[in-house]
């Protein structure tokens, strides 16, 4: 299985801040990372795809980068709509796709 | 616009099986591969397998031995059966769209308890 690590696992931060979340994986998932913001009671909400490929929709103040096994998310300034929890995911591993174990973004 | 609604009993008794049906709207299941996700209360979100339109599966190996999906393409569904469940498969189970992997279309979700 590859493993997808996130840090932190709790960020505290204002409205305005910039953020970064970062996800390592055990091994090189190339450029097959996603992420999704979920929010309490709700399905999670694809954000970014391959890595740094913005979801229809999304806005622009998030991005991703990285590849191989280091990967951010970054929100340029955040909004007030923007707390929730994050997670990656890697699909490099057809035989099983896996998360991270999440981010809580909460307001400081 | 894609829409996916899971469907089934929220309440299973410990060594029975857990039966959803998610059913997909918007979309033909001819594309895409059609997967489950869980995230047991107030934890992270673990993928339980998805199937492909021409009946492959592919399942998460910790669950494998009791896992059955299935697809009917001419109602648009697809299904997900766990069997002998416990305490530990009590969850939200999700159904969702995967483009390659990325899961770019959820349903909403079903809390499937489990208690005798």
């Known amino acids: 299985d590859i493993q997808m690590t996130q840090s932190p696992s709790t960020l505290s931060a204002s409205v305005g801040d910039r953020v970064i979340i970062t996800c390592r994986a055990s091994q090189s998932v190339s450029s097959s990372l996603a992420w999704y913001q979920q929010k309490p009671g709700k399905a999670p909400k694809l954000l970014i795809y391959r890595a740094l490929t913005l979801e229809s929709g999304v806005p622009s103040r998030f991005s991703g980068s990285g590849s191989g096994t280091e990967f951010t998310l970054t929100i340029s300034s955040l909004q007030p709509d923007d707390f929730a929890t994050y997670y990656c995911?890697?699909?490099?591993?057809?035989?099983?796709?896996?998360f991270g174990q999440g981010t809580k973004v909460e307001m400081k | 616009q894609v829409h996916l609604q899971e469907s089934g009993p929220g309440l299973v008794k410990p060594s029975e099986t857990l039966s959803l049906t998610c059913s997909v709207s918007g979309d033909s299941l001819n594309t895409y591969y059609w997967s489950w996700v869980r995230q047991p209360p107030g934890k992270g979100l673990e993928c339980i397998g998805y199937?492909?339109?021409?009946?492959?599966?592919n399942y998460n190996p910790s669950l494998k031995s009791r896992l059955t999906m299935s697809i009917d393409t001419s109602k648009n569904q697809f299904s997900l059966k766990l069997h002998s469940v416990t305490s530990a498969d009590a969850a939200v189970y999700y159904c969702?769209?995967?483009?390659?992997?990325?899961?770019?279309?959820w349903g909403q979700g079903t809390m499937v308890t489990v208690a005798s």
């Open positions: 199937i492909y339109y021409s009946g492959s599966v």
């Open positions: 969702a769209r995967a483009g390659r992997g990325a899961f770019d279309v």
């Open positions: 995911q890697q699909y490099y591993n057809y035989l099983l796709w896996t």
